[in-house]
């Protein structure tokens, strides 16, 4: 009788421990679905930066257009 229960009460334990975890790490990965806000000002940083490069490149596209005007259709062999 006394393996019976022990039996018993280790399966009831594994269950609940089983169960214990699921709810415990659900609710962690729910809150870590949204950005952080120190990653909202990272993405809101690297959001400005690629902005200033595009005007970068488009000036440096107008003053080639300028100085070079076929430089677009010029082919480029790689060493």
């Not at 006394?2 to 280790?10: R, S, T």
């Not at 870590?32 to 690629?50: F, P, Y």
Request: net charge negative; charged share 35%.
């Amino acid at each position: 009788m006394g393996e019976e229960i022990f039996i018993v009460f280790i399966v009831f334990g594994s269950l609940v421990a089983m169960l214990g975890l699921v709810l415990h790490y659900s609710t962690k990965w729910k809150a870590m679905k949204g950005l952080s806000a120190e990653d909202e000002q990272t993405l809101e940083d690297l959001r400005g930066e690629a902005e200033k490069m595009e005007r970068r490149l488009d000036s440096l596209e107008r003053i080639l257009d300028d100085e070079v005007p076929d430089w677009r259709s010029r082919r480029h062999d790689p060493l």
